[in-house]
């Protein structure tokens, strides 16, 4: 062991260094002492702190001697011992002192609310005919009341769970209401042959065969109502850091869903069918289909982060379901006078069903996240929902008996599509 070394310094002071023991990397000590200063002048006292800053230490081990004039490494020397450059010994971490824990879990808010507006519209077939083809060629079907593209909303709220928040609940709610328009048809001389038409026994309104009405009338006039409804409760397992959030090294990130959804699509046609004398008014048929889908989805959710605060989510699910059918067809005259078949039945025939029908969604949007709390999308939603019942396919060509409306025609299909745009907040 080399022994201590000392420095006198002006006024009685003095400095003592004392080495390290051998084979450690533990640092030298610096001991000090001064005498009582008898100078009241601050020159000697400054120059004796400055002489006891100085360290001398000699070795006897071979003779040699090492002054050390600074306690603070040169400039190009190696930092001192307390330095870890390396404190979990992983190779991965380097300059964290040893209580830091490079595994902490993230500081991120857990909970997220997303709102949506959205403009939407869906796809009808060709329409069923409503009147005989005039001799002019004109004809009225259910397809000439086009969907337009009115307005929805979309509400999401979510949250995160475990430490690395890699889970996550969310509810989900959208809906577009009103898709639908108008169209009508005049004959002068009335000539309009409606669709459907009574047969034997007859129907009546008020005691007037409604031949009155729907045989040589005078216009029609055609609506169309539709109405989507989805609502989902989804369970997301993802397979890294969630995209929202820094470090943003990684471009890719992937999330596995699976849940329960409820997606209705409902749709109402009315027909407004005028007499050849427009003061006897109109009869009103309508019939109002419905189809509530609900069951097990499964799904995921693919980001690509493109540029520093920009990224692509694209989000594609898919459900097999059980959907409950109903059907409702009503006809009435003018003031809401009831049409009544023979034995006085109302014609007013509430029919339900049930099959299984499938839909498929895919949802692509680009996202920007403006802080690690706020983020703005637009995107584009695609809904494609088979095997269901629609009121174009549900409009009879005769009225008989209310046992023969009882019956629904499923195994159509439909696309509802349209844009959407928002923001999430989180906290």
């Not at 879990?105 to 009147?131: F, H, K, Q, S, Y």
């Not at 584009?380 to 209310?402: E, N, T």
Request: proline share 9%.
């Amino acid at each position: 062991m080399i022994p201590p070394a000392s420095v006198a310094g002006r006024g009685g002071g003095e400095a003592v260094l004392i080495p390290p023991p051998a084979g450690t990397d533990s640092p030298a000590m610096l001991l000090t002492r001064s005498q009582p200063c008898r100078s009241v002048s601050p020159v000697p006292a400054f120059r004796a702190l400055r002489r006891i800053g100085l360290v001398a230490a000699f070795s006897l081990a071979g003779g040699a001697t090492v002054l050390a004039t600074e306690l603070l490494p040169a400039a190009g020397e190696p930092p001192p011992v307390m330095y870890l450059p390396d404190p979990g010994a992983t190779g991965s971490v380097a300059g964290l002192p040893a209580w830091v824990d490079p595994d902490r879990p993230p500081p991120w808010p857990r909970w997220e609310i997303a709102v949506n507006g959205l403009v939407m519209t869906r796809t009808i077939g060709a329409g069923t005919a409503t009147m005989q083809p005039l001799a002019d060629g004109r004809q009225l079907t259910t397809g000439d009341a086009a969907a337009t593209w009115p307005g929805g909303v979309e509400l999401r709220v979510g949250r995160w769970f475990g430490e690395r928040q890699r889970q996550a609940l969310e509810v989900v709610y959208w809906g577009g209401y009103g898709i639908g328009s108008s169209a009508g048809l005049s004959a002068a001389p009335p000539t309009i042959m409606a669709i459907p038409q009574p047969q034997f026994p007859g129907v009546t309104v008020g005691g007037v065969p409604a031949t009155l009405w729907l045989d040589d009338a005078s216009a029609q006039e055609l609506g169309r109502t539709d109405l989507v409804n989805n609502v989902e409760i989804n369970w997301i397992l993802a397979g890294g850091e969630r995209p929202e959030f820094p470090p943003r090294s990684q471009s890719l990130h992937f999330a596995w869903l699976a849940g329960f959804r409820f997606f209705q699509v409902g749709d109402t046609l009315s027909l407004a069918t005028t007499a050849a004398d427009p003061a006897a008014g109109a009869l009103l048929f309508q019939v109002a289909t419905n189809n509530n889908l609900l069951g097990g989805q499964l799904g995921a959710r693919l980001d690509w982060r493109f540029a520093e605060r920009w990224r692509i989510d694209v989000v594609p699910k898919f459900m097999i379901a059980g959907n409950a059918l109903t059907n409702t067809t009503t006809l009435s005259g003018p003031g809401g006078t009831p049409a009544l078949f023979a034995g006085g039945i109302p014609v007013d025939v509430h029919a339900t069903g049930s099959v299984f029908s499938w839909l498929g969604s895919l949802d692509a949007a680009v996202a920007w996240d403006i802080t690690d709390r706020w983020t703005l999308s637009i995107g584009y939603r695609l809904v494609g929902v088979g095997d269901i019942a629609q009121a174009d396919g549900q409009w009879p060509p005769v009225l008989v008996s209310a046992g023969a409306l009882e019956t629904i025609s499923a195994g159509s299909s439909t696309l509802v599509h349209g844009g959407f745009a928002g923001f999430v907040s989180r906290f």
